[in-house]
């Protein structure tokens, strides 16, 4: 067994700290740059929520030909970059059967994961890895932070419906069938958390911390297989579990040391790697101080835009509101997102329902042109990003989940046709998502959740 040597988790967190200042470099992430392999930034993920569905007719084009002149009205903050986006009409959502009296549990939890709870285990969380999960755990040996999970609201939304757990409702990435990963709603906190500093006061790290020894791991994993062989599948799935926590401490370490060895260099003047002189510098974060909702939803995405251009993570989930509890004050009236959805058509709640699709629109076009207006490598971060806006209902009257509502933007560093929209297209959840991720270069050995095929009209030709 090769030996290695010891490493502190005190001392890794201080040498990312100081790691962190630097540009995105060949190293860090992409690997193994030499001057004889081209420059290639790597692919990002990032998804962004909306609940409760949108007023159809205001939100799908009329036509292909006339989608980039002409764009519906809820689409038009984005009518600078629609040329980077792609809009497809016919991905249905999974069907809910044998949990028909609980649309708003299952919007968001079945976004991601495109695959129903568990019915015998409704009071516990029981249902698969997310998208988003399935490739941090991929990509993530490859940053400091594996993923980053953002929200506006606290996860603390109080219901049973079909008697499913209350996490449902607020959740929508899921580290494994029974673990859901909280999202960061305070943005001083997430800032924080990209750079490891701490607010005046509090302990910069956790005490008893001992010594990792990574030939330690090296064993653990070794004989997981033996021990697993063993097992009831119920345990196997708790050590299966296990191990993955196991994994992403030993790509932490990884990425860490290589994010070490790359500040020391550059500290001592010597230039390890190559990278464009013309990137774009990070950007400036501000943190708002007043309760504007666009505000604080623009200072997450710039969070989302800083992760990404600084390669502190590749992975995104941005889950804009959950389905109950939110209005929008700022927009001139004080109804619940939830309630007014409930429309019966009556025109004065159909106005409201399209001015809160298209603000939340306004945010994401905020995030995508700030990303294209960024220079990486020969193109913008836009192009070597999958960003991926959408509702887990396509209309909040009815409940209906037939043609949800989905924008892509970005292309995906070069696997993805933009500038159209597909009015006919066949698929559902499950097929979009095992298809962004196969665009952004992850391998998979099974489809996610319902899926049974990819989207062969999103690539691009080559």
């Not at 906190?189 to 006061?201: I, M, S, T, Y």
Request: hydrophobic content about 35%; aromatic content about 6%.
């Amino acid at each position: 067994m090769s030996k290695h040597r010891t490493v502190n988790r005190r001392v890794c967190l201080k040498g990312v700290g100081a790691a962190l200042g630097l540009p995105l470099l060949d190293a860090m992430g992409w690997a193994e740059a030499s001057e004889q392999t081209s420059y290639k930034p790597p692919v990002r993920l990032g998804f962004m929520y909306m609940p409760h569905g949108v007023i159809m007719d205001q939100f799908w084009p009329t036509d292909a030909e006339s989608f980039l002149a002409s764009p519906p009205v809820a689409l038009d903050s984005l009518r600078p970059v629609l040329d980077q986006c792609l809009l497809m009409k016919g991905i249905s959502g999974v069907p809910i059967s044998p949990y028909g009296g609980a649309p708003h549990a299952l919007e968001l939890s079945t976004w991601l994961t495109a695959t129903l709870p568990n019915p015998e285990r409704r009071d516990e969380i029981n249902i698969a890895i997310s998208a988003d999960q399935i490739a941090a755990n991929y990509v993530g040996a490859f940053t400091t932070l594996p993923s980053l999970e953002l929200a506006t609201m606290p996860q603390t939304w109080k219901e049973n419906q079909e008697g499913l757990n209350e996490a449902y409702y607020s959740h929508c990435s899921f580290r494994s069938p029974t673990q859901a990963v909280p999202a960061e709603i305070n943005p001083r906190n997430v800032l924080n958390r990209l750079f490891h500093k701490n607010e005046p006061g509090s302990d910069s790290v956790s005490p008893g911390m001992s010594p990792l020894d990574r030939s330690m791991l090296d064993l653990v994993l070794g004989g997981a297989r033996d021990l697993r062989r063993t097992l009831s599948p119920t345990d196997q799935r708790k050590l299966d579990e296990y191990l993955d926590s196991v994994r992403s401490v030993e790509r932490r370490i990884a990425a860490i040391e290589l994010r070490q060895k790359e500040a020391a260099m550059e500290k001592a003047g010597v230039r390890s790697s190559r990278r464009h002189e013309s990137d774009s510098p990070p950007i400036e974060i501000r943190i708002p101080e007043g309760d504007r909702r666009s505000e604080y939803m623009r200072v997450m995405c710039d969070l989302n835009v800083l992760a990404f251009q600084t390669d502190t993570t590749r992975v995104c989930t941005y889950i804009g509101s959950t389905p109950n509890g939110v209005s929008y004050p700022e927009l001139g009236f004080n109804d619940q997102h939830h309630s007014t959805t409930h429309h019966n058509n009556n025109t004065e709640k159909v106005d409201k329902v399209a001015a809160i699709t298209s603000f939340n629109i306004e945010q994401f076009a905020y995030m995508v042109k700030k990303m294209h207006n960024l220079k990486e490598g020969d193109g913008t971060l836009l192009d070597n990003c999958i960003m991926m806006w959408g509702s887990g209902l396509e209309d909040g009257d009815r409940h209906t989940r037939e043609n949800l509502p989905f924008i892509l933007a970005g292309r995906g560093g070069g696997s993805i046709n933009t500038g159209r929209f597909l009015p006919d297209v066949k698929g559902n959840q499950g097929d979009l998502l095992t298809t962004l991720l196969t665009c952004a270069g992850i391998p998979l050995d099974r489809s996610i959740g319902i899926a049974t095929k990819q989207i062969t009209e999103i690539a691009a030709t080559t």
